[in-house]
């Protein structure tokens, strides 16, 4: 796309008309220039999430946008090598992360709905520990970055690398939606990427230790995500 100009306000229809057809116009794109073309078009509005799985977009974006922000979800019951590897961006990638925390601890949360309701009703805690403290962490934000791949699983094989996300009225964007795992690996080898121990340990997708399994082979990336419990998305990208 050229001869973009910077967002200056929060017409949620222009924006929606500007998704859908940078959607289409950067579908061929570079991931590198998908990601300058949000840069320049939403300046620091504009951040980048992760689930600290690795830091590839994280990486992607301090090339083109230096001290970028991060946005990182602490639910409370991550893997102690998933709050390392957030440490370690932290420490030596150009970006400013911000760790977004949900209203209530993983105690006051027992004490109101009981123990363990990752295991009674996952949506509901997906819904207190990631879904609420997203979207009150974006309101600042005009658009946000993801690491969505179409090949991650059925559910993510339309994944646009530009599209608008309806839910809270902003840009989402999807950088390497078209890269495959062995781009992945190639792109984190070439630049020593920071990426999370536990891909090297049978996790082909990390989340929250409660519901997060190894996978087994011929499984799909996201096989080891809430296993056996018919559901496939925390509820960030439905």
């Not at 796309?1 to 229809?13: F, I, S």
């Not at 504009?46 to 799985?53: G, L, Q």
């Not at 974006?61 to 922000?69: F, H, K």
């Not at 795992?181 to 340990?201: I, R």
């Amino acid at each position: 796309m050229t001869g973009t100009q910077p967002v200056a306000g929060p017409d949620a229809g222009a924006l929606e008309e500007l998704a859908v057809r940078a959607g289409r116009e950067l579908e061929d794109a570079s991931a590198t220039e998908i990601l300058k073309w949000a840069a320049d078009t939403f300046g620091r509005k504009f951040c980048v999430t992760s689930s600290m799985e690795d830091a590839v977009v994280a990486h992607l974006a301090s090339r083109v946008l230096p001290g970028v922000d991060v946005v990182f979800l602490d639910t409370g019951y991550h893997f102690p090598e998933t709050i390392g590897t957030r440490d370690a961006v932290e420490a030596v990638m150009d970006v400013n992360v911000i760790t977004l925390t949900p209203r209530q601890t993983v105690a006051e949360q027992d004490a109101e709905y009981g123990p363990e309701l990752h295991d009674r009703d996952p949506d509901l805690c997906c819904a207190l520990r990631k879904v609420g403290p997203l979207r009150e962490g974006l309101t600042g934000y005009t658009a946000w970055a993801t690491g969505l791949r179409r090949d991650e699983s059925p559910t993510r094989a339309n994944t646009p690398v530009v599209g608008w996300d309806g839910k809270r009225r902003k840009v989402k964007i999807s950088p390497i939606a078209r890269w495959t795992q062995d781009d992945v690996e190639t792109y984190v080898a070439e630049h020593g990427v920071l990426t999370n121990p536990l891909l090297m340990d049978g996790y082909a997708s990390v989340g929250c230790a409660p519901c997060t399994r190894r996978v087994l082979a011929g499984e799909d990336a996201r096989a080891g995500r809430w296993a056996g419990r018919g559901k496939t998305e925390c509820g960030l990208h439905d």
